[in-house]
């Protein structure tokens, strides 16, 4: 049973009154227009008798607003990202906006894909966690005003908004801590992503260690891999192939569970030997055995901000407005990088 | 600097062709339409050069279809919700559709601020993880020939599409093999949520206990102190007072972690004496010491289910086709719920 079509017109002809009356009643102008509380009963009864349901982009191109935003992430199932999705939700919400999720795979065809839809949805704006590729899309979208602020990484050339922590100083002190409490060989895991958080990331471990007169062990996993058999049997090749190292820093949350994975299956006694360093924070591992360290980043300060920022640009309805946020990461210190014996 | 609105009839005017002409071409009908190459060329060039962005409502209007799904769930920033909505997300995007995700928190009024939005984006199709009281939302929608298909739990008296689990079955499974470890005096910890799914887990348990002659004990945590302080105190007293308690029964994933987080707390040397099972697995349950046996969901069957379902609505354009699909989740036997001496 499909429903007909029913326009504004067909309401107002079978009310007998004006298609403009209808209008008004249905965008909740009734009473500033002096229609009759009668009238107003009578069409909203009758529109709800027919399940109508008014056009969302007819309201938007009269108010020019869907007050809808767009949080596009690198994967929805990944920790990092789903905590600070449910962040921004709630702050949206309390606003007034409703904010609407995707994870662009950090692929660039489906990150464009996804900014065109939701281009054409006319969404008020876009926050954005960039794959590698999508810098002039990004500029695509400041150019035609649309507000859009960056998180996690942004573009060194590209002037837009952001909020991103510092990666570098992060990464070196957490680093300065595995080598302050006596591990001397200390391999730093990360992917293969040139994009500039995680070459931070890994600047900050490279500086650390330098300076310390060590020697760095880097094992760069290509991006597919990160999940799979083979990365962990990379991990695992690390290992055995440098009986030497006695601590390891993983650069994402999701390359520490591959870690602690390989370890429980292949050498469980590791667990308690080995230094480890974890990049992002997740419930589980403050509850693991031995308790899990961690550059655990303030999500709830990154959502406020990235929510702060959104609202003004909003308000403001001026998007070369620019505001760039570089939060600290807190290093959380607990058992898992402690001095071993 | 706000760009004007720009029309097609700018455009047409602009190039020198037809508002047909240019039409066609954007909507990717130039061959088709026998236009020639370089109009097709000289108008998408200029498209382009303006970063013109057309309406995906008027295309819509045209089309009927937005090539838009939402999957509206209870909180992306749970394990289990956010893993589902990513392989969903996957599905949809290679039959080229994109998914819109979304949390109701189990809130009626959000669950109906959110059907509202989406219906008036006109999006084809909603997958629902539906709080307690939207019965009457879910069934406007189906009266308007919308397709959905309800996930996770369902209402008994409404005629639906859904996909679920046998979460009784599932947790009569748990409970008796705990039961058949020698565990006596077994715990079920749960939320106070009336929905169908968390008293059927409720019910399961039950029926163990009863056919083998044991006593139940049976917390129920009200739903919004689940992940709070307050929660986690309410476990602890359920041990406290319950000191004959040897084994327990976590009901949801975010429960059983309130439970390790409590235990690592309070009682460490509880973790090695007391048997335990989770309903809902986790990628870090298989890794903790010990490993956590898991009532698992089959999370990508559940997602193919619901987009095998949701792609048979769309197709047939049928929304009183129904599909009623009860998934088997899988015992997984780790260490935590083995026999202690």
Redesign the interface.
């Known amino acids: 049973?499909?429903?007909k079509k029913i326009l504004l017109k067909d309401i107002a002809k079978k009310l007998n009154v004006s298609t403009t009356t209808v209008s008004f009643v249905l965008n909740g102008k009734g009473k500033e227009k002096k229609i009759s509380d009668e009238v107003i009963k009578k069409i909203e009864d009758y529109v709800e008798s027919i399940?109508f349901?008014?056009?969302?982009?007819a309201?938007s191109l009269r108010t020019g607003k869907t007050k809808?935003l767009v949080f596009m992430v690198e994967?929805?199932?990944?920790?990092f990202f789903?905590?600070i999705?449910?962040i921004i939700?709630d702050i949206a919400?309390s606003k007034g906006y409703?904010?609407?999720?995707?994870?662009n795979e950090n692929n660039d065809d489906?990150s464009r894909?996804?900014i065109?839809?939701f281009?054409?949805?006319?969404v008020d704006g876009f926050i954005i966690i960039p794959s590698a590729g999508i810098k002039k899309d990004i500029e695509?979208l400041i150019?035609?005003?649309i507000p859009v602020v960056l998180c996690d990484r942004h573009f060194p050339q590209l002037k837009t908004s952001y909020v991103v922590i510092n990666n570098y100083e992060a990464s070196k002190e957490a680093t300065t801590h595995l080598i302050n409490n006596g591990f001397k060989n200390i391999a730093f895991i990360t992917t293969d992503v040139r994009q500039i958080q995680m070459l931070d990331r890994l600047k900050g471990y490279e500086k650390a260690i330098a300076e310390a007169g060590l020697k760095s062990t880097v094992l760069q996993i290509p991006f597919a891999d990160t999940n799979s058999e083979k990365g962990r049997d990379m991990i695992s090749c690390l290992f055995t192939e440098n009986k030497e190292l006695d601590a390891v820093f993983f650069s994402t949350n999701y390359l520490t569970?591959s870690g602690?994975?390989m370890i429980?299956e292949t050498n469980p006694s590791l667990?308690n030997t080995l230094g480890i360093i974890t990049f992002d924070d997740?419930?589980?591992f403050?509850?693991?055995?031995p308790?899990i360290s961690a550059v655990a980043q303030p999500l709830h300060q990154i959502g406020q901000e990235l929510m702060n920022i959104m609202l003004n640009l909003l308000k403001d309805n001026n998007t070369?407005q620019l505001k760039q946020v570089t939060l600290k990461a807190n290093l959380i210190i607990r058992n898992s990088s402690l001095r071993k014996n």
Do not use: G, W
């Open positions: 049973m499909n429903q399940n349901r008014p056009n969302l982009v309201q809808i994967d929805i199932s990944n920790y789903a905590k999705a449910r939700e919400y409703k904010i609407l999720f995707c994870s489906r894909d996804l065109n839809l281009s054409k949805l006319q695509n150019k035609n005003n569970q602690l994975e429980k667990i997740n419930d589980l403050r509850i693991y055995s308790s070369n």
